[in-house]
């Protein structure tokens, strides 16, 4: 899974196959034909709104995806790094890492693509964090 480059349509596909659901099934749910349903697939992107049926439809969180790109790949924003300096306190960001983003970053680590301390200066994710992630290996 490239969380960088996320192709939907085929991570879609991918979980239809893994739980074996039959195009009639997904057509009459979405209303539509094979067709279209086709074309989902092929989709790089797709409307949220339709997303958000796939996620019902396969009980599986797409989102998830989105998520752990922004998390990897958005630079921390400057307007928190000016409040917080105003305030002049510690405040603390609550950062939710999907399994994919633990996978993704474990995987860098494991084939010596980049070290422990490589992963904590470009994603900013806590030492302690990831070494218990390295822990459960």
């Not at 409307?47 to 995806?65: A, P, Q, S």
């Amino acid at each position: 899974m490239n969380i960088k480059n996320i192709h939907i349509g085929s991570l879609i596909r991918s979980k239809v196959e893994e739980h074996q659901i039959s195009i009639e099934r997904i057509c009459r749910f979405f209303e539509s034909t094979e067709e279209n349903v086709e074309k989902m697939y092929q989709a790089k992107s797709m409307d949220t709104e339709i997303l958000l049926k796939w996620c019902k439809l396969l009980k599986f969180d797409f989102f998830r995806f989105y998520t752990g790109h922004l998390i990897l790949y958005s630079p921390q924003s400057r307007i928190d790094n000016v409040f917080r300096q105003k305030e002049n306190t510690l405040m603390f960001r609550k950062s939710i890492y999907t399994q994919e983003v633990k996978d993704f970053i474990l995987e860098k680590i494991k084939t010596r693509v980049m070290t422990a301390n490589d992963v904590v200066e470009r994603y900013k994710i806590p030492k302690t964090t990831l070494y218990k992630w390295m822990k459960k290996l």
